[in-house]
């Protein structure tokens, strides 16, 4: 098997065709991790959430990695990660424009609010908020087999 | 879109069937997540790796969080999360039992040596160590789309 590094526009490509990651947060020494849908709009990750775990846990901590992969099978693989500082748009003067990016990334897709907004819980937790990672790193790996 | 808690049976069931998972650990606030394949036990998750960042970080700060999913789409998908302790199963004394087991896992699976073993860097990074996650809590996620 033969393992690349990928390049930081290798990385940005597998970004751009990828909506699904994973990603990592933690407080006091313990991580967690879930899946979230993205957008990347070349400089920025964005994202919504309903107010849950993560969001309470990197309004404390903004530091985050988030995986993207694409695992074909155990030789073939293609993983990316993001290293960099989560970024609440809340303030509708201060983040007008990043607000309105993300929108328009996340309206191209139908019900583009779902699943973030279906969770059980208090109606004040049902608002979706939208936020973005600051990437301060991105590193890649691609793996192939050559033909035998 | 209808979300169910998973039972642990249910979790369970999800971890016994599934062998690709992420794994976030973390040290001095910044966590760090990257793809494992691991082995379900009914008690452990078994995996092993070469010396790399994620086991230099674990074993200053051995708790974890590891996320499996199942993602058809947005609509229908399983997450559990795993959360517990990574313990390197080193000493062949303490841990013989344990070892044959995972080691038994993994030679079901052609090449289970792959790709852990496959990084480039010095000669004595190549040799994979054995590591089981002990298993402190779990918890998981069904959504699903009732028929319109």
Known sequence: MLIHELSTAECH????????????????DHPYVVPISFDFDGEHLYSFSTLGQKIVWMRENPHVCVEVSDIVDRFHWTTVLVFGRYE?????????RARERARGFFEQR?????????????????????????ITRVSGRRADRPPL
């Open 110 to 134: 139908d019900e583009w609010w779902q699943p973030a907004a279906a969770k059980a819980g208090p109606i004040e937790h049902h608002v979706p908020l939208v936020y973005r990672i600051v």
């Open 88 to 96: 609440e748009l809340r303030s509708p003067d201060e983040h007008e």
């Open 13 to 28: 490509e597998v970004l751009h065709r990828s909506h699904l990651g994973r990603l990592a947060c933690c407080r006091d």
